[in-house]
């Protein structure tokens, strides 16, 4: 069902990496949900209102509440997609993030409204009425909802939605939430005690979960996550892949929303290659980096001398002694400068944010080290933090 509506609403549906159908998804996964959730809330409230059950009620209410979220992730994506204008040089697309948010904190307000009223139905209970109706049409909204999570979670991952993916979670969980109302109709029908309250509590408490779990999800890009880790290794895998690069560092991600990656890393080349030759391959690698990856990619180049005959024994002092040190991620930039007194090794440090020694412990050991290697070399040690750390 999903793909014979991407193929029949959505021009090109297969090139996701395209913006304008990137937004094109999220806005018919928009529309659909204001549809169908409308479709769902109407029959439970009137079937609720009917049978008298508030967690029948309970239950519509929720599916208005995602009516509206649809309505926010819809209009999300419409202001997301504006173009860059001189206040956001960066565009707009983390509206969608706040979209999520704006819809995380509705399920929150409805969430505590649906637990007062079914501690009053616990308080004061009523009996209910049962019909086999009301039975037909909870599993007739059982279904629309697995599909609705089905689709928003498949639409999501298929355009790297994160307000699609939260949309499609929350669908999921009213599927339990309205099999926990049915199983609370068929017990007071079938064994005569009225659970209803109890089960609408549950249904409240259910919400209010989700509600907290959906603000924790949208809240982290808005505060800067650590990159995707497919998206690192791509970077440093493609990059890599050239000859003449002989290694990268200080690769940093900017996220400011869906399709607006930047980044940031050095290349180290060959200080007695041509610097016009490395120039030419650093823009060629951040060229077809963007374009392959869809990013802004900004590349600076670090000559190093490669051929220093201390550079190879150096090299391997420094990999054995930071493999003895718990946090560090390791080294880059080795350069050896030889002064008329001492040469100095210069080098920086990568730290993760467990390390628990702090810069001048690890600087201590390591000029001891260097120090050991070869009495006049001094080390010059500046520290980076992993600023590419992945979430999975």
């Not at 009225?194 to 907290?212: K, N, P, Q, R, T």
């Not at 998206?231 to 940093?252: F, K, P, T």
């Not at 290349?267 to 060229?287: A, G, N």
Request: charge should be negative; glycine fraction near 8%; aromatic fraction near 8%.
């Amino acid at each position: 069902m999903g793909n014979f509506l991407f193929k029949w609403f959505i021009k090109n549906y297969e090139n996701t990496r395209d913006p304008k159908v990137r937004d094109d998804y999220g806005k018919l996964a928009g529309i659909v949900g204001i549809i169908s959730n409308t479709i769902l809330c109407t029959m439970k409230i009137l079937i609720g209102l009917i049978s008298g059950s508030i967690s029948i009620v309970a239950d519509g209410i929720n599916n208005l509440a995602d009516g509206a979220s649809s309505i926010i992730t819809l209009l999300g994506f419409k202001l997301a997609s504006l173009p860059e204008d001189e206040e956001h040089p960066y565009g707009h697309a983390r509206i969608e993030y706040i979209a999520g948010m704006a819809v995380s904190v509705m399920i929150l307000i409805v969430g505590f409204e649906l637990g007062k009223s079914s501690l009053e139905k616990i308080i004061t209970p009523e009996p209910l009425e049962f019909s086999w109706t009301v039975v037909i049409v909870l599993l007739i909204a059982i279904a629309i909802k697995v599909w609705q999570a089905i689709f928003n979670i498949s639409t999501g991952k298929k355009i790297n939605s994160l307000a699609l993916i939260a949309t499609g979670t929350d669908s999921r969980n009213d599927v339990i939430s309205t099999v926990v109302v049915l199983l609370g109709i068929l017990i007071g029908h079938f064994f005569n005690v009225m659970v209803d309250g109890y089960f609408g509590l549950a249904v409240a408490v259910f919400i209010l979960w989700s509600g907290v779990s959906l603000i924790k999800e949208t809240i982290s890009p808005l505060l800067g996550e650590a990159p995707d880790e497919e998206l690192v290794s791509q970077i440093e895998a493609m990059a890599m892949a050239y000859d003449g690069a002989i290694g990268i560092h200080d690769l940093i991600v900017h996220n400011y929303g869906p399709g607006k990656v930047f980044a940031s890393m050095h290349i180290e080349v060959d200080s007695s290659v041509d610097v016009m030759e490395s120039h030419d391959l650093i823009d060629t690698i951040e060229k077809n980096l963007s374009e392959s990856l869809n990013i802004l990619l900004t590349v600076h180049m670090d000559p190093v001398d490669i051929n220093n005959p201390y550079r190879e024994p150096l090299t391997h002092i420094l990999k054995d002694v930071l493999s003895g040190i718990p946090g560090t991620l390791g080294f880059h930039d080795l350069r050896i400068v030889p002064g008329t007194t001492h040469t100095n090794v210069i080098f920086d440090v990568v730290l993760s944010h467990e390390c628990e020694l702090s810069q001048k412990e690890i600087s201590d050991i390591l000029k001891q080290k260097v120090s050991e290697f070869n009495s006049s070399f001094l080390c010059v040690i500046e520290y980076d933090m992993n600023y590419a750390g992945t979430k999975k």
